[in-house]
């Protein structure tokens, strides 16, 4: 795997950090406890998956920390390891870095937590979303999670879904590599592969599965269908 210095720095760099969101697992703790979280990821790496967020709301600090740097030594650097919203507990346990939604916090101060060469991820749901972050913060940002694309019941209040049309729009706007998310699974994930997004972001399509090894090998043949 590339250091995170070299997947944040610098035009090629970009690339490469495009090519590791390709196929992009957001955890849901809940969904994986036939397996357990730890056991779960590493099956779904060795299946395909190329990117891992931590996201777990029920979890307090103490315990996300704990989840966090189990998950962060299963994974051993085989792909990059990020957190959702808390960006002080992605420090504390030393992964690569934080996905951060519009209500969580500012970008410069997630940054300044962070370091300079942590991946800092931050949600979009809209045009005027984008445009301001790119406006005010692609310095400071890695890439965008755009979406939802279709509707979900991952995430409860979820934004009204885009879908594919709208995602496309989104993508063709964008400066930094894009990660589409949101209701996505088997029978849809090539479309939203069409859109020109870096990749997809899922939950219950790989947690949710009986074998997650291969529906991560399932869903990352969608992505060369086309």
Do not use: W
Not at 17 to 38: E, H, I, P
Not at 47 to 52: K, L, Q
Not at 119 to 126: E, F, Q
């Amino acid at each position: 795997m590339q250091s995170i210095a070299q997947l944040t720095s610098g035009q090629s760099d970009s690339n490469q950090l495009a090519a590791s969101l390709s196929l992009y697992l957001v955890t849901d703790s809940k969904m994986c406890t036939q397996r357990g979280l730890n056991e779960t990821v590493c099956a779904a790496i060795n299946g395909g998956v190329s990117f891992v967020q931590l996201r777990d709301k029920y979890a307090d600090d103490e315990q996300l920390y704990h989840m966090a740097c189990s998950l962060k030594e299963a994974i051993a650097g085989r792909v990059p390891l990020v957190i959702n919203d808390r960006v002080l507990i992605a420090k504390k346990a030393g992964v690569d870095g934080a996905h951060i939604g519009q209500t969580d916090g500012k970008v410069n101060e997630a940054r300044a937590i962070l370091g300079p060469d942590a991946i800092l991820g931050l949600t979009i749901n809209n045009l005027q979303q984008l445009q301001q972050a790119q406006t005010n913060y692609l310095q400071q940002l890695s890439y965008f999670g755009i979406g939802p694309v279709f509707a979900t019941n991952t995430k409860k209040n979820h934004s009204q879904p885009l879908g594919v049309a709208g995602i496309q729009a989104l993508v063709a706007a964008s400066k930094l590599p894009t990660v589409a998310i949101g209701g996505i699974q088997l029978d849809n994930a090539h479309s939203v592969f069409r859109t020109g997004c870096s990749g997809i972001a899922v939950v219950s399509a790989i947690c949710g599965a009986k074998d997650p090894a291969s529906a991560a090998t399932a869903l990352r043949k969608q992505q060369t269908r086309y």
